[in-house]
């Protein structure tokens, strides 16, 4: 589709790129024109009818819309932001620069610029910020017949039509009724009698990540979001709360592989920017890593007598950081699904002791039977196979505790992901290690 | 709500329990009799109204649906099936043993019947596994009237109203049209006049990770299953999606974290289960990384006349481990979100080398001060440094490209996580750190 767009470009035949664009979904325009140089991307989205190019522009990447927003008139970006629904018209005005959003506020329509001001001032990842302020609203005493004319009157400018809000005149939020209920009742049946009053709703301060797993948890297409007086402020549509799912994953992916959470494409990061979101964690568990090589300077004596012992420290480390990684991912993803909880920190230890008691016992065995035949030395073999039992129970214990410690002390769990958790585990194994060689091959 | 479920059945309050349950949701329900024991569960449910049970039922774990199975007669679980969507009820069956299986679908009805046995042909993880069979369909020659009357008919029993689908004598998809458009429609407006005919859809084989990413571009609330002649066989929803979300969000959290991939919750999986998931990948890189230690006995003779060089070794190894999970994290999730194509290679890995040279060069300095300063020697801080910075850049470019050559020879990029990543990058920081250290320090 991008070449045929570009060839009618080429060949300035406008007329016939206009009625190909027509034919065209709102979803593919916009992969288009984040694709095409920013002149080109201009004047395709200027051939876009009216009523599609809102939800073209509201689907772009932000570099894209921030590209457009420079090549266009003051006038077309009002226009945008006019067009757009107020959640979106939001978000944009939030990264432009502040003389470009004054200058668009004070020409857009009164009521928008009302709306985008109420949603502005809401912490970033509260309900509040990614909710839209329209919806259709009912009264109790509509019948269903009057409801449809309001659907009809007001349902244009609405992101979705499909879930009603029943309010009163303060604007308290009384009941739900979707449109699916009014197709299946009658007529001249009232609102009040056929919506649903014990309405599951959201607050305009509740954590975006709390917002997705209710929406999880219900399946709604919509849910309400209420003020400290119950009274109706907005509402937010399932196609968002996917957006805060995506979200929430990738700042987990990012914390777990020891990384500063960032919004950010990877191709849109700069090259300074990549290095400062990963430079502090490296530089801490560099440090750290450098307390397991003081461990080592202990056990000096034991390694000039047996040097052998140096070549199991990788194998041990690594082994270490693998078990506990296991356990720590598992437990991670378990609170983040609300599929484990603080209070079952000791049935998770009991089951992860006993699994690393069989990970541990079939790894260990293993290894001593490599150990025994390589080297032709049992003592050794001995000393390789227990110390893997233990490292292994000891890595799988912090890999579920301190995830569920972090928790219960209010931190992310998934600060306690693999990064993290192989530096404190490497140090445990090397100390459980010499121990055990130095005992048992009485060095 | 759980403790007051209780006190109704201590109390044999059944009338009032009843009472009680048509004031909860039905996601609340199906929460509680997933905590009860069988046996409350049960009676429980046998309290609810016929037309929520189906529902609550769809919506609780499958151990409790097993547990609940066991526990009802044959005459319940027949109408339980009935009542399920199909694509709930196909998942149901298809986790049940033969025998009942059989009897069940012997006694339910044969328009379910029908449809549950199409949808258990297609393979796992496919749309056709996935979808409903139940939805609205209509024709081209249908007024916006014939349409309402349509959906009130069959509206009740199908999943979604919100989306319709048009179909032709033979079942052909032709054209899609949205309750919002119908009801912005005038009542004697056809339908083939307000329908958008290019429809987008997915097919019966598509991989359900293909089809989530098709509704996260889109934002639909339902997409057309087509078969091969074109033809409307079911359609997925958006709650079903999510599902996948999560399931393959699950999956590549588990595949980084060296898991086997598992379906079941943390607790629902047995002891030996979670071994088993965990013992291959262990296995696998523990001898793997006896090979890094086989390296360290090439350079006995370097840490005999030098020891401090071995205490070293820890902080080497889990720096390049780190910066390498850095740089296999965000490829990977890049690569999962169609961020970065596979084409992308060597931008991505000019990136990568651009940012091991910033992190590299912070790490060397800071870590190469400290040894100048702790032992009074710079050649030995010089040897840290330069190796520091060295194992940054490899683990950095083989943490993007290990992933991105995964994804071009069709292998899952996640097997190229961490623990995979580490066990290269240690033997590879090995070999840089003693061949650099006996240059420099003229062993």
Redesign the interface.
């Known amino acids: 589709m991008k070449e045929k767009i570009l060839e009618f470009i080429e060949k300035k035949q406008f007329a016939q790129l206009k009625g190909y664009l027509q ?1 065209l ?1 709102e ?1 593919d325009i916009s ?1 288009i024109i984040d694709e095409l140089p920013g002149e080109d991307g201009a004047l395709v989205y200027r051939l876009l009818d009216k009523d599609v190019a809102a939800d073209v522009f509201s ?1 772009m990447e932000n570099e894209t819309q921030e590209r457009l927003i420079k090549l266009l008139k003051e006038k077309e970006v009002t226009e945008i932001i006019n067009n757009l629904y107020a959640d979106d018209a939001a978000d944009l005005i939030s990264e432009m620069p502040a003389v470009l959003v004054k200058k668009i506020l004070a020409n857009i329509d009164p009521q928008q610029r009302k709306d985008i001001n109420e949603l502005l001032k809401y912490p970033e990842d509260s309900a509040g910020s990614i909710m839209t302020t329209e919806f259709v609203d009912l009264k109790m005493d509509m019948t269903v017949k009057d409801s ?1 004319d309001r ?2 009157k007001v ?2 400018d609405t992101e979705t ?2 879930t009603c809000y029943v309010i009163d005149a303060e604007r308290h939020l009384m009941g739900v009724v979707t ?2 209920e009014l ?2 009742s009658k007529y001249e049946d009232l609102i009040e009698d056929i919506m649903e009053k ?1 309405v ?1 709703k959201l607050h305009t301060l509740d954590d975006q990540e709390d917002v997705a797993k209710t ?5 709604f ?1 919509a849910m309400p979001v209420v003020d400290q007086e119950n009274r109706l402020v907005g509402i937010i549509t ?2 968002d709360v ?1 957006d805060v ?2 979200e929430e ?2 700042e ?3 914390i ?4 500063e959470p960032s919004d950010d ?3 849109n990061t700069t ?2 920017e ?2 400062k979101h ?2 502090v ?3 801490f ?3 750290s ?2 307390f ?3 461990i ?2 202990h056990y ?1 004596e034991a ?2 007598s047996v ?2 012992l ?6 041990l ?3 270490g ?3 506990g ?2 356990a ?7 609170l983040a ?1 609300n ?2 909880n603080v209070k ?1 920190i000791f ?2 230890w009991w ?1 992860e002791i ?2 690393a008691l ?2 541990g016992s ?2 260990g065995i ?2 001593g039977i ?1 150990v025994a035949i390589q080297y032709n030395n049992i003592m050794l073999a001995i000393v390789i196979a227990i110390t ?1 039992l233990c490292v ?1 129970i000891i890595s799988k214990s912090l890999g579920c505790l301190l995830p569920l410690g972090a928790k219960a002390l209010k931190l992310d769990p998934a600060l306690m992901a ?2 993290l958790l ?2 404190i585990v ?2 445990l194994a ?1 100390v459980i290690y010499f121990t055990i060689a130095m005992h048992v091959l009485a060095i």
């Open positions: 034919a979904n979803a992969d689907r449809f659907i009809r349902g244009k039509i499909y449109v699916k197709l299946l014990s599951i929406f999880d948890k219900y399946d297409l399932v196609d996917i799912m995506h994953t990738a987990d992916f990012e777990m592989g020891g990384l494409s990877y191709f090259v300074w990549h290095a990963r430079i964690w490296l530089l568990l560099m440090l890593a450098t397991t090589g003081a080592l300077t000096e390694f000039a040097p052998i140096v070549s199991f420290i990788p194998m480390m690594d082994t950081g693998n078990s990684s296991q720590s991912t598992l437990i991670i993803r378990g699904t599929d484990i079952d049935k998770v089951k006993r699994v069989i990970c079939i790894l293993v290894n490599r893997i292994v693999s990064p192989t530096t490497d140090a090397l």
